[in-house]
């Protein structure tokens, strides 16, 4: 690759120059084109036009072939589309997913037709399957980064072709991109946008100028965009790159335009995530490296680009108004042009530095600083945490308006808030784009009047009410909250005063190394570690230390990941460091506030108060077992008992779901001498060895149903929508299926010792059982002597909202409930209550002791969460809000095709999703990738069931009707707009 600058075609800049820069597509009839395959190339089928700038291409469907017929633009001159066929065949022979060129009956590949009186340029070449990505509305970062790397693969296969066609002026080349602007320009109606469209082109150019004679020069494709890059469905139903089309706009050009032009089109399917085509530079940087000048010019490229789309887009309006494919492109070319030059330059130049992890470039070193507060001492300055685990910020205090101030106020007379800290105080609830929450700053609170002095020599760049900004060696110190006593434009010697504290008593200390940034004070977490590229550490300007410890999520992950077993699952591909819970809301390191919709555990919300409390007192009291006689535990068998129907008088306390399981079949057992016990498919009951050997889901151990011991036996999870028996009868013949499952166990005298199942089918998605369906069963069951066990572990305690218990719901009173979870708000309890008669079965066999099953502070948690569940009114908040939330599901399953079903009752619902409504088959793949989507979108939500296809709603009863719009509107978005 040379660099020269110069464009072989010498013509400067003049537009008549551009070939194809005044001219018409062609106008040609679906007959001349079925004609024109038929004749020339032998080709015959159904023609569908697709669209083009400049051309006219359409796709030939013939049986199980397909193809494409280009027709060129007269004026484009034939050896450029001989150079593009040879360009695609160079690719296709590196490994490119390209079409190829075929071959007309006369053994060319380009043919020419007479329409009308034009003589055309005729090419057919094969179609490539696929969807185009400009047709998602959203692209996954791991799809930005294939395209990404497509654009690269390109460009480095292209390295050593050459053609005659690589070497002519182009309008889409953007070393003539300032021309084309200047050119173009004058065909945008708005003179504001025509205005904005020149004045941005030529800050580009500008930034452009300082690199451009040592950008590296080669053969690209130049148009690698969502047009362009088509995408196989894989089965997430996201369309991962595939193959690459449109040579057209090939030229000799920068390599970095070839990047430029890629991330330019990303801009508008990145959700809002400004630095959203990051990954594709990342991705482009592993297979073509970027040097130092391409780095620098990538974003006046991609400004430059966006300004070139827009102005042609005008142009080629004018000439053609009725072109609908540029009329469309027009508001998503003006989108792009927008996003592009919305991106800071210095930011957007240590985003890309920062994505391929080179340090920032060399600059004259920062001056030595005095401290613009005299006299601060480290052990005089209190810290004011305001991080995500802030003591301060406790019992939901950072969502209080004045929270800032009081901690401040709180932590001493003179304190610090860290540069480099997320302030958990800048995020809020429901908030789907990430809140800017690092601060770029250090914030000291000191006397209101405290005098402020130059740090260094320096000149004043702006001094304003309450700022001021004081330009020192090409660094700004940049102060907030100070009242100014220079003026824009003083020069100043280190220790000259500059003003003093303002009345709010608070200095906000920026160093920014970049002149003319204007940065803000906080940046999103996504953005930080650019913007911390150009605001850097502040302390020189206070003397003391500032920073605050970073957040490394993946490196929390990768410790956990090295010690604790891998066969304990997480959640996420890259998972965020959760850190904090407050009601229904996680909150990360980084000040991410998250609605979760999982924790069915969390019954009365994360760090509830009361709880907190209860474990605290009773930790200062006593913690100790069961043996002893203490009122805790009388206090809270008594309470749970109560909330048991009558009959179940007995309690046994452990300290998870598991051990309840494992001792309800243990109590079973040993009450009727028998082993059998009939357990449901799609469930989970626990992980030790009675427990497990009930837990028939195969998305928990895929080999469940080949390993079950001997004493299990099945029956259907009775999923109405797509379990064995569908639709509006099915009720009864699950119902018929899972007695006659029991009485022939009679019959054939295996009898049962027990029948197990969750009594919302919890597991399996929230699916509600048959009418009539736990009678049955409990009456057959009962009939041959067994016990009948209800899990409530999930479903039970509340979380229905019509009902405390699910049994209830079933009309039925069981034998043994078991129950966990929400019995400590996350603190491990675990219970078993029973009838006396069953628990006195099981003392015959000796005695059960668990070390801290049962213990005080255990049971105090235990009486707290009840408490706040009554006093809460948590059981009705959980019908009232479970009921709208559930009823505008099924409003979303109206419109969205992939819902297939919406399960459950109160607040333990699931969203069923399908490939096709016909089939039913799971939309696995999908489920996962929705879920990341949602995440993105701040909400926790993951997929359940056998097939992991349904979206678990299980969130802690103290869910409010507005966060449950926000998720189901969150869930509407992605499912319009693509994950
Ligand atoms: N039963 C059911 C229905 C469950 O959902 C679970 C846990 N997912 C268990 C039992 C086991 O509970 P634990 O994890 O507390 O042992």
Redesign the pocket.
């Known amino acids: 690759m040379d660099t020269s600058n110069a464009p072989r075609s010498d013509g400067g800049t003049d537009m008549a120059m551009f070939a194809t820069a005044e001219t018409q597509p062609p106008d040609v009839s679906a007959e001349q084109v079925a004609d024109i395959a038929e004749r020339l190339f032998g080709v015959a089928g159904a023609i569908t036009e697709l669209g083009s700038q400049q051309d006219r291409n359409f796709r030939i469907d013939a049986g199980d072939r397909r193809y494409v017929l280009k027709i060129a633009n007269p004026a484009v001159p034939e050896v450029w589309l001989e150079s593009q066929n040879a360009a695609m065949e160079h690719l296709a022979r590196a490994g490119l997913p390209v079409p190829r060129p075929q071959q007309s009956r006369g053994g060319a590949t380009l043919e020419h037709a007479r329409i009308g009186d034009a003589d055309v340029a005729v090419r057919l070449l094969t179609f490539l399957d696929g969807m185009p990505l400009s047709s998602f509305g959203y692209l996954a970062p791991a799809v930005r980064a294939r395209m990404g790397g497509l654009a690269a693969a390109a460009c480095r296969a292209f390295a050593d072709f050459d053609a005659p066609g690589l070497h002519r002026l182009l309008e889409w080349d953007l070393r003539h991109g300032e021309a084309v602007v200047a050119s173009f320009a004058p065909h945008v109606a708005d003179p504001a946008r025509r205005e904005r469209v020149v004045s941005v082109t030529a800050a580009a150019c500008e930034r452009l100028g300082r690199v451009q004679d040592d950008l590296r020069i080669g053969p690209i494709h130049g148009d690698v965009t969502g047009d362009n890059v088509v995408g196989a469905i894989a089965p997430d139903r996201r369309a991962w790159p595939s193959g690459l089309i449109d040579f057209g706009d090939m030229s000799r050009s920068w390599v970095a335009a070839e990047l430029a032009v890629t991330c330019a089109a990303l801009l508008h399917q990145v959700g809002d995530d400004p630095l959203g085509w990051l990954p594709a530079v990342a991705a482009f940087d592993a297979i073509m490296p970027l040097d130092a000048a391409d780095i620098e010019g990538l974003w006046p490229l991609v400004v430059l680009r966006g300004a070139t789309l827009v102005a042609a887009d005008e142009k080629q309006l004018a000439l053609d108004p009725r072109n609908g494919y540029v009329a469309t492109n027009r508001d998503l070319d003006w989108a792009i042009f927008e996003a592009a030059a919305a991106v800071p330059w210095a930011l957007a130049e240590a985003a890309i530095r920062d994505a391929v992890a080179l340090p920032a470039p060399d600059r004259a070193p920062t001056p030595r600083f005095a401290p613009v507060i005299a006299g601060l001492a480290a052990e005089d300055v209190a810290i004011a945490d305001l991080s995500a685990t802030s003591e301060a910020l406790d019992e939901g205090r950072w969502l209080d308006p004045g929270v800032e101030d009081a901690v401040f106020t709180q932590a001493g007379v003179v304190a610090l808030a860290r540069y480099g800290e997320h302030r958990l105080s800048q995020a809020g609830i429901h908030g789907a784009d990430e809140p800017a929450t690092c601060a770029l700053h250090a914030e000291v609170a000191v006397a209101a009047g405290r005098p402020v002095i130059a740090p260094a020599g320096g000149t004043v760049a702006e001094a304003g009410p309450g700022r001021l900004v004081i330009e020192c060696d090409g660094a700004e110190v940049r102060l907030e909250g100070v009242d100014p006593s220079v003026r824009t434009g003083d020069r100043l010697a280190e220790g000259d005063p500059v003003g003093t504290v303002a009345a709010a008593g608070r200095l906000r200390v920026q160093l920014c190394l970049v002149a003319g940034v204007d940065p803000p004070p906080f940046a999103t977490p996504s953005a930080a570690a650019a913007w911390q590229r150009i605001c850097s550490d502040p302390s020189p300007l206070l003397g003391i230390d500032c920073a605050a410890p970073g957040v490394d999520a993946a490196g929390v992950f990768a410790r956990r990941d090295g010690v604790f077993a891998r066969v304990q699952p997480h959640y996420y591909a890259e998972p965020p460091q959760i850190e904090r819970g407050w009601r229904h809301h996680l909150i990360d390191a980084t000040g991410r506030v998250y609605l979760d919709m999982v924790n069915n555990v969390t019954v009365v919300g994360h760090a509830h108060p009361g709880v907190a409390r209860a474990i605290s007192r009773q930790a200062r009291l006593l913690n100790t077992n069961s043996r002893f006689n203490y009122s805790a535990v009388a206090d809270y068998c008594e309470r749970l008992a109560g909330l048991a129907p009558d009959g179940l008088d007995t309690v046994l306390l452990v300290n ?3 051990e309840a ?1 494992d001792l309800a079949l243990r109590l079973a057992w040993a009450h009727t001498g028998r082993q059998i016990i009939v357990a449901m498919r799609e469930a ?4 030790s060895m009675a427990s497990d050997a009930i837990s028939t889901s195969v998305a928990d151990n895929p080999r469940a149903l080949e390993t079950r011991p001997p004493w299990i036996r099945l029956v259907d999870s009775p999923n109405p929508y797509s379990g064995t028996h569908r639709g509006p009868d099915s009720g009864e013949r699950y119902v018929g299926d899972a007695v006659a499952v029991i009485e022939g166990l009679a019959q054939g005298g295996d009898l049962p010792a027990a029948f197990i199942s ?1 009594t919302v089918h ?2 399996a998605g929230g699916i509600l059982l048959p009418a009539g369906y736990l009678e049955a069963v409990y009456g057959a069951v009962r009939a041959a002597g067994g016990v009948c066990i209800a ?1 409530e ?2 479903v039970g305690y509340g979380r229905l909202g019509h009902h405390f218990w699910g049994f209830l719901e079933q009309g039925v009173v069981p034998d043994v409930i078991t129950i ?2 929400a019995l400590g708000n996350g603190h491990p309890m ?1 219970a078993v209550i029973t009838r006396r008669a069953i628990a006195e079965s099981f003392a015959a066999e000796g005695s059960f002791f668990s070390s801290t099953g049962g213990n005080p502070v255990s049971c105090r948690v235990g009486l707290a969460v009840i408490d706040a569940i009554e006093a809460e009114g948590l059981q009705e908040n959980a019908r009232v809000v479970g009921e709208h939330l559930l009823a505008r599901l099924r409003d979303l399953a109206e419109r969205h095709e992939l819902i297939g079903a919406v399960h459950g009752i109160g607040l333990y619902a699931s969203v069923e999703l399908v490939r096709s409504r016909e089939t039913r088959e799971p939309a696995t793949e999908v489920a996962e990738a929705i879920c990341e989507r949602m995440r993105e979108r701040g909400i926790v939500v993951q997929p359940t069931g056998d097939h992991l296809n349904m979206l678990k709603v299980k969130p802690p009863l103290c869910i409010t009707r507005e966060s449950a719009d926000f998720f189901v509107d969150q869930l509407d978005l992605v499912l319009r707009t693509g994950w």
Not at 684 to 687: D, E, L, P, T, V
Request: proline residues 0%; without cysteine.
């Open positions: 998870s779901g598991t399981n989970y009951h626990g992980w969750e919890g597991n899990d572990i999930q966990a979870k675990g």
